[in-house]
C-alpha cells in the first residue's frame, strides 16, 4: 500500500509539473517602456517595449487617420509617426494597441497614449504648486530640485491623490522631469479637466522625499479679473486650489472652497464632499489607478510632529496637542515656515503658492469690508464680496479642518459644538496669513468672517492653533 500511494503520488507531481509547463508556455508579457508618447504634426518617436514568451507582434488599433506604427521586434521597439494634417477623418489623439501571440496560441496586449498635443515646460518655475489651465497639454516640471532648488535624489514619481480619477494622467519621470497629462473637460471640450491632485518623488528606496501640487483650473490671475489689488497686495481672485470663485449656487459654492492647509505645511488637504459641511466628511480622492485613498489623522507628538515626518505624509493631517500648543509641530514653533509677514519679497521652501506667489500676510486683508448692505438672501451665500478703495472680490466660507480631530466643520451647531447661540452660525471663513503670535505661543494669525443674523462681522489678525487647516490666498512676490 505504500508503495502504491508512492507511486499516486510520483504521478500526481508529474501531472502537477506538465501542467506546469503548459501555463508557463502559454503565458506571456508585454508592455511599453513609456505609458504615452506626444509628437508634433508629422513628426516620429520610437519607443521601446519589453516582451516576454512572445513569437509574433502586430498593431491591432491605431488612432483615425495615423500612419500604421512599425514594430522592429529584433530590437522590442515601435515608431509612431503622427499625421501632418488633421482634419474630420484625422484625430490628434488616441491609443496603439499592440498585440502580442504568445507561443502556446493565447495572446497579449499592450496600449500607448499617443497624441500631438502641447508640451509646457514648468521646470524654470520651481514651486511647490503648479497651476496649469490648458487643455489637453503635457506638462513637465523639475523633478530633480525642491522649490528653493535645494537638490532631490528622485528615481521615481506617482500620484499620491487625486479629486477625479484620470485628472492627471500618464505620469513618469523623463530626463529627471515630472511629465503628466491633463485632458478636456468631458462635459465641456473648450475647457481643461478640473480638479486638484498631488504627486510624489520617491528615492531608490521608494521613501517619499517631496511632493507637488498639481492645481488644474480654468483659472489665469494674470488675465483680467483674475486678482484684485488690495492694500498695495496683487491677490488672486480665488483660494488656493478652487476651480470657482462663485456662490450662486450650491454647487458653484463648493466649486469654490479650494483646499486647506495647517500653517506653514506646503501640501494641500482636500475639501468637503458638500457645500454644508456640518459632518465634517472629505471629497473623495483617488491613486493614479483610479482606487480610493483616504485621509489619515495623527496627533502630534515628538515622532509625528516633524517637519520630515510631515513632507513624508502630505496624506496625514497631524493634529495639535495641548502638549505642543495645539500646533501640528510638536515643538520649535518657527515663524518662518511660510515668507515673513512682514516681507513680501520672499518665500520660504515650505510657501504652497504657485512660481511668483506667496500666501497672503496680515496686511493684505487690512480695512476689508462687506460690500453694500447684505439682504437676508444674502445669509445663504457662504461668502461676502469684501472690498477697499473700489477693489473687490469674493470670499467664499470654506470653514476649517478642526485642528483637534481635523473634521471640516463650517456649519455650527448651537448645541453639540457652541453653547452660545449668538455664535451659533450658519457659515464661516478663515483665512491664513504669514502672521504669528509673538513670544513664546505658537498660534498663527488668520482673517475671519461670518454670517450673523442681522449684519456679517469680519476681523482680521485672530489668533488660533496653528494645527488647525485653513483656507489660503495668494498675492504676488514683489520684486522678483
Known sequence: MKRFAGLVCAVMAAVVLIASCSKDKESGSLTFNSPAVFLQAGSEVTLGFTASNIESFSVTSKPTGWNDPIIDEANHTITIVSPVTFDDDVVKSGSVIMTGKVHGGSTVSATLFVGVVNTVDLSDKPANSYLVNEKETNYLLDAMYKGDLTALATTSVGVIWQSQTNLIQYVELKDGKVSFYVAADSDDGDKIKEGNAVIGAYDAGGTLIWSWHIWAADYDPEAAGGSVDFNGYTMMTRSLGALADDNSTTAKILASYGLYYQWGRKDPFIGPSTYQASNGSSASMYDGGGSRVYLQTVASSAETGTMGYAVQHPLTFITGVSASENDWLWSAHSDDLWSPDNNVGSKTVNDPCPYGWRVAPSAAFDGLSIVGTPSEGDYDKYGWTLGRDGAESLFIAAGRRRYDNSSILNVYNPVTVRSVAEEAQPWEGLYWTTGTQSGTKSSAFHFWFE??????????????????????????????
Open 451 to 480: 454670517k450673523k443674523t442681522t449684519t456679517g462681522g469680519l476681523e482680521n489678525g485672530v489668533a488660533y492653533a496653528r494645527a488647525n487647516g485653513m483656507s489660503v490666498r495668494c498675492v504676488k512676490v514683489r520684486n522678483r
